[in-house]
């Protein structure tokens, strides 16, 4: 991917071009082997790195003219450090292996850099100066190629949006995941637009309905008009778009039930968006069996005086809860009750995306990309008064 993305972009290949080892990490511009002094008046070798900007596989001017470094404090050539350029000393790791202790600031006159060749190769020849003074010899240009794909990645382009926020660690945590989400009408579809923008190894999808024109106003994105007059299934639809991003998105057209339930044997953790009724119970019963953690959503809307109201449901159900979930019923397994309406199809898009959210949320912080505090397993969220109830902790009586 690294190469690819190079030989697509004319800084980038510039870079190349000019003997720089250029490389990627994760969303990083790295360049390798930038000799440097260091305060002992040595000469050393470090990386210098940049974010990447890109619109798709294309890059953009740079969003900031700073750039890091990892190595000692770069000095000139007796021995004094670069004040000029050195705005930050801390350990900072940007990546899986990536870890930086620099931060660079070297603003052009004109405010910003105008690509990334003009950028790194700045950068480069400000540390490169100082060590040429003591050995001329000294040179970033070292006409090494670096090669950096990530094969094992599951996005199709780059993740830019983790690495302008700095969260590279914490996205990690989401990495190996294998996620299957069982119903993909409203709330499914969304859960499948988040999910799909995370590291996860894998997705399955698994509904056996059509993608119809119902099915477009509640789901995100908009479907064109031959897409629904083509009748997809609801997976192959989805699948279609979102494979655009995320490289590991299996598409299962079936109605799950007790013959087929062996099909979640691969998942790590599952998102339940379906009705209530005998399926959903042989789902669960299957879960539980297999030990595996899984949160399941519900909505039900009443129409009052010309309004709706109602409430968002999210439980989830993980190894130590199952008996305290199951004593307060927290799951509906037949109809009527809160998913009642929704059963019926009574759905709004924004509550789709709401309850897919919340319930995304739930997972990320149960593997810890976001603090959990209260560590509830059942939250119910009502419209009119936007209140959230949280309850079911571990070690709260049954």
């Known amino acids: 991917m690294s190469q690819q993305l190079i030989s697509r972009n004319a800084d980038l290949l510039r870079l190349q071009e000019d003997g720089f080892e250029v490389g990627i990490v994760g969303a990083h511009l790295v360049i390798c082997n930038v000799p440097y002094v260091t305060p002992a008046r040595t000469i050393a070798r470090g990386t210098l790195v940049s974010t990447l900007t890109l619109s798709g596989d294309m890059t953009v001017r740079p969003d900031t003219h700073v750039a890091t470094f990892a190595g000692e404090a770069p000095c000139d050539a007796q021995g004094s450090p670069l004040q000029r350029i050195i705005i930050g000393s801390t350990a900072t790791r940007l990546e899986e292996g990536l870890v930086v202790n620099h931060m660079f600031s070297s603003k052009p006159a004109v405010g910003y850099y105008a690509d990334y060749h003009e950028k790194m190769s700045t950068y480069a020849a400000i540390l490169a100066s100082q060590a040429a003074a003591i050995d001329p010899a000294a040179t970033p240009r070292t006409r090494r190629v670096v090669a950096n794909d990530d094969q094992g990645s599951p996005f ?10 700095g969260i590279g660690e914490v996205a990690a945590k989401l990495a190996g995941e294998r996620i299957a989400i069982v119903g993909l009408g409203g ?19 698994f509904d056996g309905d059509e993608f119809l024109q119902h099915n477009a106003f509640r789901s995100p994105g908009a479907a064109s008009l ?22 590991n998105i299996v598409p299962h057209p079936v109605r799950l ?65 199952r008996a305290q979930i199951r004593a307060k019923g927290r799951i509906p397994l037949k109809g009527g009750g809160l998913d009642d309406i929704y059963s019926r199809n009574i759905q709004v898009a924004d509550l789709n995306m709401v309850n897919a959210g919340l319930a995304v949320m739930r997972w990320k912080r149960l ?13 119910l969220f009502t419209l009119d008064g936007n209140h959230m109830l949280n309850e079911d902790r571990p070690g709260e009586a049954a």
Do not use: W
């Not at 637009?193 to 995370?198: E, N, P, Q, R």
């Not at 007059?229 to 655009?244: C, E, F, M, N």
């Not at 899984?294 to 709706?308: A, C, I, K, R, T």
């Open 156 to 165: 199709v382009y780059i993740d830019t949006a983790t690495s302008r926020a």
């Open 257 to 321: 039930g007790p013959d087929n339930l062996e099909l979640l044997g691969d998942a790590t953790f599952v998102f339940l968006c379906l009705d209530a009724g005998d399926a959903k119970a042989a789902i669960i019963a299957e879960l539980e069996r297999l030990d595996l953690p899984f949160v399941d959503v519900g909505m039900g809307l009443h129409l009052v005086d010309g309004s709706l109201v109602g409430q968002l449901r999210v439980t989830t159900s993980t190894p130590g809860m």
């Open 367 to 379: 593997r810890g990309f976001y603090v959990d505090l209260e560590h509830e397993h059942f939250s």
């Open 226 to 247: 031959d897409e629904l007059r083509g009748r997809p299934t609801k997976v192959a639809h989805l699948a279609s778009i979102y494979s655009r991003m995320h490289r």
């Open 187 to 205: 709330t499914g579809s969304y859960v499948l637009d988040s999910v799909a923008k995370t590291p996860a190894e894998r997705i399955d999808l």
